[in-house]
């Protein structure tokens, strides 16, 4: 795709996203070749890397609590500050991640539509059968991955919710009194967060083999 293509991807995608007008929206990115499969594929990678994105912040919160409950010493309102914006950085990616699935599983929908549509303009009974097998198949493995995304997704919500809980906990109780509370926590919060990342890992490489199959299709 060239610069110029993009550019004009760009504005054509602010103007008629903020007039809110999909279906105007996915014909003028035709008329510059980009089509709803193309759509899908990126809008499927953003969500990996906005997936890959959200372990790292994860991963980050999980560290930072290893320190707190292994805290000995120093400023704890410091690791308090540290461990808040770890949170608020959970909770944006986690966000993002919501965003993105939305953007996939909506342009899929619209693929899958238009191609279930095109199939009566078929006349060639072969060509219109082997479609709809393609299509059935393409479906199939759209429903695994984003059944996949989906259950990532649900484990960020309880994760975020003990997260948060904990960091309230800190802010009013800034003593070693809070850091024992916490420590009696740290063990199922972690097993919560090791489940996340590896539920996350799961649906990043079903992104990617479902990125190779429509660049192979």
Known sequence: MTNKTLLNASILTLSLVLAGCQTAYYSALETVGIHKRDILVD????????????QEEFQSALERLTTLV????????????????DYES???????VTNNINNVEEVANALFNEWNDELDQYTNAT??????????????????????????????????SSLKDNVLYLKHNLNSHAVA??????????????????DMNKSISESNKFIEEMNQG
């Open 181 to 198: 509370a916490i420590k009696g926590e740290f063990s199922s919060l972690k097993r919560d967060i090791q489940v996340l990342l590896t």
């Open 43 to 54: 809008r499927v990678e953003e969500t990996k890397e906005s997936q890959e994105t959200s």
């Open 90 to 96: 959970s909770s944006d990616a986690a966000e993002d």
């Open 127 to 160: 060509l219109k059968r082997e479609s709809a097998k393609k299509l059935a198949e393409t479906k199939r493995q759209f429903s695994k991955l984003l059944r996949s995304m989906r259950s990532s997704e649900n484990k960020m919500k309880p994760v975020l």
């Open 70 to 85: 292994n805290f000995d010493g120093g400023k704890l309102k410091d690791v308090y500050d540290q461990l808040n914006d």
